[in-house]
C-alpha cells in the first residue's frame, strides 16, 4: 500500500553537489520520523541524517556541516542536499519512514529501493 521513491541519484565529480528526493505515496495516514540511509558495497547499511515531523534534525558526524535533511510535510517528501561530495559518499542512498496508514493502525517502518550516488575522483 505504501510506496518511498527515491530520485535525484547520479554521477558527479568530487566537490560537487547532488540533491536526493523521496516521495511517499499510497494509504498514508500520517509520517513520523524520515531519514536517510547509505550502504555501500560490502559494507552495512548506516544511518546519515533524520529528521522529525516538526523538523528536528539529526546528523551522522561523517556529512555534519555537508549535508542538509529537510521535508515538506504536504509533499510527504524528505529531502537531503549533499554538498562538498567525496568518494567517500558513494553508495545507495536509501529513504526510511515511520507511516500509519489508518488512524487506527500501527506506525510501521518503510524502506525505498535506493538510490545510486557516485562520487569520482
Known amino acids: 500500500q505504501v510506496q518511498l521513491v527515491e530520485s535525484g541519484g547520479g554521477l558527479v565529480q568530487a566537490g560537487e553537489s547532488l540533491r536526493l528526493s523521496c516521495a511517499a505515496s499510497g494509504s498514508i495516514f500520517s509520517i513520523d520520523a524520515m531519514g536517510w540511509y547509505r550502504q555501500a558495497p560490502g559494507k552495512q547499511r548506516e544511518l546519515v541524517a533524520g529528521?522529525?515531523?516538526?523538523?528536528?534534525?539529526s546528523y551522522a558526524d561523517s556529512v555534519k556541516g555537508r549535508f542538509t535533511i529537510s521535508r515538506d510535510n504536504a509533499k510527504n517528501t524528505v529531502y537531503l542536499q549533499m554538498n562538498s561530495l567525496n568518494a567517500e559518499d558513494t553508495a545507495v542512498y536509501y529513504c526510511n519512514a515511520d507511516i500509519m496508514t489508518s488512524w487506527a493502525s500501527k506506525e510501521y517502518n518503510y524502506w525505498g529501493q535506493g538510490t545510486q550516488v557516485t562520487v569520482s575522483s
Open positions: 529528521i522529525t515531523r516538526g523538523g528536528r534534525t
